[in-house]
């Protein structure tokens, strides 16, 4: 099972929305109200995890950033959940925090981050860390990629979750919303997704995302390999075969395979 476009979330940030649509002065979301138009499979799956940090102080941080004027990313914070129901997912991939520059697009400037782990808005110039993922992508399977575009939500739609372990960023600033509660949300999530419905695999690439490993019980595919980024790819994520191997299991275990040749959404 995928899903599309959410009706929740378009709402929300539609520019056209109505009067008493949920923002503040400064035109923003507040974060409370992106968990509230979660789909409902994951806001009962997270909303224990939101005990285990003080979510009204993670709110009250990300919301007075925005308030302040800082540029905040990714300004749709639960994306990658609104594309990928939790009984769609399949694989799981695991990042760090979101991209925390901008590309440029038709002449206007856009954050790279829009909600998804690795990926890019459609016409943002692909990053050096995805583009390494679609060499070994483009290896495994003999084929091109479409070039171009980074965005994933082909993947994502596929049952494919792409998700940052800390889901905010200042602009310019990496890691700068790290330790402030994310970490416990996702953790929470991780461990809670591990444990119902079917086994998934779940790629873990480099030391911050093998860290999570201890989260997951056995029945799974752990595929580890260092971190795709330009510094590290050269150490063995190039030729570690994930997606191939990925499908391999899934087909093994019955569940349908994830196209990787069609990262974008169709």
């Known amino acids: 099972m995928t899903r599309r476009a959410d009706p929740a979330q378009a709402t929300l940030f539609d520019a056209d929305a109505p ?19 979660l789909p409902a499979d994951w806001k009962t799956l997270l909303e224990p995890c939101l005990a285990r940090t003080d979510w009204p102080a993670l709110c009250a941080f990300v919301d007075g950033e925005r308030a302040a004027g800082k540029p905040i990313f990714p300004t749709e914070v639960f994306h990658a959940l609104h594309l990928t129901p939790v009984d769609g997912v399949r694989v799981v991939i695991l990042g760090q925090d979101p991209y925390h520059g901008t590309g440029t697009v038709d002449g206007r400037e856009v954050p790279q981050a829009h909600g998804l782990a690795f990926s890019v808005p459609a016409g943002v110039r692909v990053p050096p860390s995805l583009r ?26 596929q049952g494919v979750l792409l998700l940052n372990t800390v889901l905010t960023v200042e602009q310019g600033q990496a890691a700068s919303h790290a330790r402030r509660g994310w970490e416990r949300i996702t953790d929470c999530l991780l461990e809670h997704l591990a444990r119902i419905g079917h086994p998934r695999a779940f790629m873990l690439w480099g030391s911050h995302a093998q860290a999570k490993r201890a989260l997951l019980p056995e029945g799974h595919l752990v595929l580890e390999a260092p971190h795709p980024s330009p510094l590290s790819a050269h150490r063995g994520f190039l030729g570690c075969g994930h997606f191939r191997a990925a499908n391999d299991w899934l087909a093994a275990q019955g569940q349908p395979t994830i196209d990787w040749l069609k990262p974008q959404a169709g």
């Open 19 to 37: 009067a008493g649509a949920p923002t503040t002065t400064g035109g923003f979301i507040p974060l409370a109200d992106q968990f509230n138009a």
């Open 132 to 157: 390494n993922i679609y060499k070994e992508i483009e290896a495994e399977y003999g084929h091109k990629l479409p070039a171009g575009s980074g965005n994933l939500e082909g993947w994502a739609q």
